[in-house]
């Protein structure tokens, strides 16, 4: 059981932005059906991929062995902590919704389901993770470990380098840039 629990320590960004993609496609057509029940399933692939990333979820297995295999270039390995931070952020959004739903609140359900489509539509169409974003104020206030995530942890030296050293300068405190944070 302990081979099965727990989270990969990179992920490619590829099967990030599939996973985001199906959950902007299911979480959609909850919204679009008006069937807040949909998203039972969505809910338990969030937990899923929380507790073992992509081994427990359907559409983490798909996204994984099945699409990002037929994508084009090279992988892009990203720190896994903030991504787990993410799934968490979206079992949230997606058990909070359900609740809302049970307690008649729809309009609050709809709302969340929508903040949902809106997270993940950035992740999955413009490859911004807001959880990714938000790991490293975590680190530095001491509420995530940056041995998760030492990218994470070092954001704030690069960012103090470029306030001190003009654009484009080659300074090896700025390093190269990354892509996409995640």
């Known amino acids: 059981m302990s081979s099965v629990i727990g989270f990969p320590r990179t992920v490619d ?3 990030a932005r599939v996973v985001a993609g199906g959950v902007v496609t299911m979480t959609a057509t909850s919204l679009a059906t008006d069937q807040p029940w949909l998203m039972a399933p969505v809910a338990a692939g969030f937990a899923a991929r929380v507790l073992t990333g992509p081994t427990l979820s359907p559409l983490g297995q798909l996204a994984t062995r099945v699409v990002v295999p037929r994508l084009p270039g090279p992988p892009r ?3 896994g902590a903030p991504k787990r931070l993410a ?21 609050a359900s709809r709302a969340a389901r929508l903040a949902l489509v809106g997270a993940a539509g950035l992740e999955a169409f413009a490859g911004v993770c807001l959880a990714c974003k938000m790991f490293p104020l975590l680190v530095r206030v001491g509420l995530a470990s940056e041995a998760d995530c ?10 103090s380098a470029r306030v001190h050293h ?11 840039a990354r892509a996409s944070m995640g």
């Open 13 to 15: 960004e590829r099967a």
């Open 77 to 79: 390995p990203t720190p």
């Open 87 to 107: 799934q968490a952020m979206g079992l949230t959004m997606s058990v909070a919704s359900l609740a809302l739903a049970a307690g008649g609140h729809r309009r």
């Open 150 to 159: 030492p990218e994470c942890a070092n954001i704030w030296t690069r960012l």
């Open 166 to 176: 003009p654009a484009g300068d080659p300074s090896p405190a700025i390093g190269p």
